[in-house]
């Protein structure tokens, strides 16, 4: 199996998902979100294939990574490989997070088996289109406030979705102990 990225894997983020994450950018989108950051992706030609085995050599080889980012593009338009890929980091102890421009009721709704079981091995889904009259860049780990940086396991629980608590704040500069929180 192959999948179709836009660059290679890119390991040492912080800003695409708690902790240090390597982040596979998958190549292909049909949002088209207007003022998206990642145009480049959105063509499902463009970037270059790549054998899903050896993405997951790379991934075992990483070191001093808490996570995977699947992002893009949007993973959803690949999801046999992402899926096969989320299970393997899932063998290896690693969290994973994922973008996708829909929304998650939206996933739900398609009632794609794949996109289910992908769901299933997937800790946090940042979900929804990047909307531009609604950007911020004071959201942590995502680009506009529509977005939700959602639980997933807890949400397949629940049958409903479960927001990640301490995500939902807004950044601030913390004068006094000279850092960011987010309140
Ligand atoms: S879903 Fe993401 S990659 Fe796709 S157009 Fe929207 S912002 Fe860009």
Redesign the pocket.
Known sequence: MQIRLAAPLQPDSIVDGEGIRAVLWTQG?????KG????E??DFNGGYLVDVEDIKKEINNLQGQDGITLS???PMFQVDACLEIAKYCKELNLNVWC???YTFDQLLSLKNPKIIEFLNYIDVLVDG??ILEQRSLDLKFK?SENQRVIDVPNSLKEKKVVLVEKYLGRKEYDMKKRTTVYL
């Open positions: 989108c049909h949002h088209h979100c998206c950051h990642n145009q992706t959105w893009g593009g949007d973008y996708t421009g289109k990047f680009g």
